[in-house]
């Protein structure tokens, strides 16, 4: 009896085989793709507070002098939702010179908006000329 008759066919040695490779990579696949929704995140608080602050200088440069505080901060906040404004906030100043800026500063959640936050903010800044009457 030779030692070819005894070993089994190629195709049944291989069988399972792209199972535990997958199993193997599985851990990899999910970091990845934790890792690129983080980055998403990211990307989107930078788009939230780009915005805001667009939104809120624009709305305080319509406003009186005395209510431009609350008008940016009003603006700032309107469209965000409550897991972002929570950990937002919104400045509004000026020169004098009539140009009005708008700052505002934004939590960068880690997986889910509302939940636990980065260290680091995220700014967004916007300015505009003072509407004259």
Known sequence: ???RS???PPALRDRGQVTIEFLGM?????????ALWQVVLVGYTFT???NAADEAVRQATAAE????QGACEAAGLKHLSEAWRSGASVTCGGSGSGFITAD???EV???FPGTLSFPFPVRGH????????
């Open 1 to 3: 009896m030779s030692m």
């Open 6 to 8: 005894t070993l089994a």
């Open 26 to 34: 599985t851990p990899t696949i999910i970091v990845t793709l934790i």
């Open 48 to 50: 939230l507070a780009g």
């Open 65 to 68: 002098p005395g209510a431009r």
């Open 104 to 106: 505002v500063r934004m």
């Open 109 to 111: 959640p880690i997986l």
């Open 126 to 133: 916007a300015g505009a000329v003072e509407e004259a009457d």
